[in-house]
């Protein structure tokens, strides 16, 4: 294919030869794109494309008045937002119920086939595909033009993510009319789930580790983590996809009827959308059921992380006859697949040493391939375990990744036990500082018991001190923390707010607006809330819940410090063991002194909320002395926001359901919090029911 290079005499071009060429080059270069990213079968080299690229790029810059929001220089925005706005949803996007059987599906069959007439059954047929395990997204496209992109939220109002939609190279800015026969319509609303490749998940967290910020836990996180940030250029160096698997005609035009889901995703395929490739029109629940067989054994080989399969009633007649339940389509379900559990053998056993001296036996496994990737290591989480399970080094064992992420291991084969097969018995001394072991009464932990000079429990703490958990410091992470202690330029917390920017730029590959970066991260964290201080601190039993109990009470690092065991223990949810940690942790000498440098450097050492938290509450709120948990992402709150927001009314917050349990606060994605508190009949709100009643 010839293409048009970029000359310096194109800028002497007329407006009119100007427009012709730049709408020329957009077809061009929106062809390529739809080619590479959807299709996959490029047409022209990276330079070629890059040629032409630049050659719009400088026609846009000497004719601004010719640029237009789909011209494929607009894909990644200038200016970072100052932040995300709310968008309600034209139409709701519902959530689905799970099935976790082939029996489960029939049993949901049976219930479709209870609430349509008999005479209808003849017209019962599905659609099934590969559930992507991503974030899901909306769309809307005005005149064959995206003006609009935002997340599922809590399916009614989502977020405004349009500007990091368009970073990603498989949603098309303009429908690409040539690739349709039928008019694309006025109006049009098309869902997909945003994906990370596994690939550049492996990438991304590869290039994190090196820098020294913390890795992502799975494609998912990084996939949303990536599109909710201010800045757009952040996704756009992420390599995202999207591929679609809805379409609602909201302003149909010319466009006649599209009768079934099945018709509808190949009619958006012809518009140019990208679809998922693991779906099949099943004409009987038996050829679902051999779908969700034939890809459970080769969806790893897709390059996308998956978990399960979404089965809908193919026909919308149908489909609006059934309905919809309070939360969920009573036409679709989710048929999740069990965890993959493979045979390995335990060569050694390699010991941990946590920040709090916690020593932790983790099995080195011969490697094994599950749910997608290599796994040679997993927790035995303590000793106590090891015994209850009986694990030896030269056992096969059975393992599976939780939720398709940690490894872990779920029982010996205890019919291959071989003769020469060694006990793991536990550890006398600290491995890494040889100082002796001990247990806590009631704890299954076994600890080293030198805190103050064993190596591992400092470079830990070092790492906690940086954590999101602790003073959420940015740009320094376990790989820095590493070179920082090796040139002893850190040895504790303190020493972090006495490093300038020229000691950064001592290390080995640092350069000067990394070593910027790190140093003024570390600054700002000097602002961080109290409660962030003290769980910072590594005060054993003190977490993040109880660092803002703590804190809430006190309001000050002195006058915690001075607290008695029984004036810590006149606080909810603080209990004898808890409060004699935190007396025995401000008693040590090292700890005071690390204190008072810390406040000498300008570290938070009172509660800001103080003077709001000693007034009254209004007793008479919704939520005032009510219990609440969160589970799963909030569409328009951070978890910290909505927190913050229950104690100023006087609510409290836990981190388990039980029956004293009063709200479930409701996210994206939840986790098991939501079964449990559905079975213990505990009320669940969404956020905008929550916001209502706060």
Known sequence: MTSFYYTDAMMT????????????????????????????????????????????????????????????????????????????????????DNAFSIEDLQNWEERIKRLLP???????????????????????????????GA?????????????????????????????????????FEARAEAVMPINSFLHLNEERQQRGEPEFANPRNACAGSLRQLDPKVPAHRNLDALFYAGILIENGHQPPIPTHWEMLNYIESLGFKLNPARKQCKTLDEVAEFIEKWGKQRTKLGFAT???????????????????????????????????????????????GRTGVITPIAIMEPVQLAGTTVRRASLHNFDEVRKKDIRVGDTVRVQKAAEI?????????????????????????PVCEATTTRFHGEVAIRCSNPETCGAQRRTRLEYWVSKQGMDIDHVGPALIDQLVREKLVDGPVDFYKLMVDDFLKLERMAEKSALNAYQSIQESKKRPLHAVVNALGIPHVGKETAILLTHHFHSMEKLADASIEELMEIEGIGPKVAESIVGFFGDIENQNMIADLKALGITMHSKA?????????????????????????????????????????????????????????????????????????????????????
């Open 307 to 353: 978990d399960g399969a979404v089965v809908k009633v193919d026909s919308f007649a149908l489909q609006e006859i059934l309905g919809y339940t309070a939360k969920s389509p009573r036409w679709a379900i989710a048929y999740k697949y069990p965890a993959e559990v493979k045979e390995t053998i335990v060569k050694e056993v390699e010991l941990s040493v």
């Open 151 to 187: 997340t599922r939220g809590n399916g009614v109002v989502g977020e405004d993510i349009t500007q990091n939609l368009k970073t990603i190279r498989s949603i098309p800015l303009r429908i690409p009319v040539k690739n349709t026969k039928t008019p694309v319509p006025q109006k």
């Open 118 to 148: 008999a005479e209808r059954y003849s017209e019962l047929s599905y659609v099934a595909e590969l559930k992507l395990d991503g974030l899901a997204i909306t769309l809307i496209y005005e005149d064959g033009h995206f003006v609009k």
């Open 13 to 96: 071009l007329d407006d009119k030869t100007a427009q012709e060429r730049i709408q020329a080059l957009r077809e061009k270069l929106n062809t390529h794109n739809y080619l590479y990213y959807v299709l996959d079968t490029p047409e022209i080299t990276d330079t070629a494309y890059d040629a032409l690229y630049q050659e719009i790029l400088a026609l846009e810059r000497e004719h601004p008045e010719l640029v237009t929001p789909d011209s494929p220089t607009q894909r990644v925005g200038d200016e970072p937002l100052k932040e995300f706005s709310q968008v309600t949803h034209i139409n709701r996007l519902y959530s689905l």
């Open 406 to 430: 940690i490894p872990e291991v779920l029982e010996v084969v205890f019919e291959k036990r071989p003769e020469s097969s060694i006990n793991i018995e536990e550890p006398q001394n600290c």
């Open 610 to 694: 103080a003077t709001e938290d000693m007034l009254p509450k209004d007793t008479s709120h919704p939520f005032y002395g009510k219990i609440f948990v969160l589970t799963g992402t909030l569409p328009t709150l951070t978890r910290d926001e909505a927190e913050e927001g229950i104690r100023k009314v006087g609510g409290k917050i836990s981190s388990s359901i039980s029956k004293k349990t009063d709200y479930l606060l409701l996210g994206e994605n939840p986790g098991s919090k939501y079964d449990k508190a559905a079975k213990l009949n505990i009320p669940i709100l969404e956020e905008s029911e929550f916001k209502a009643l706060l």
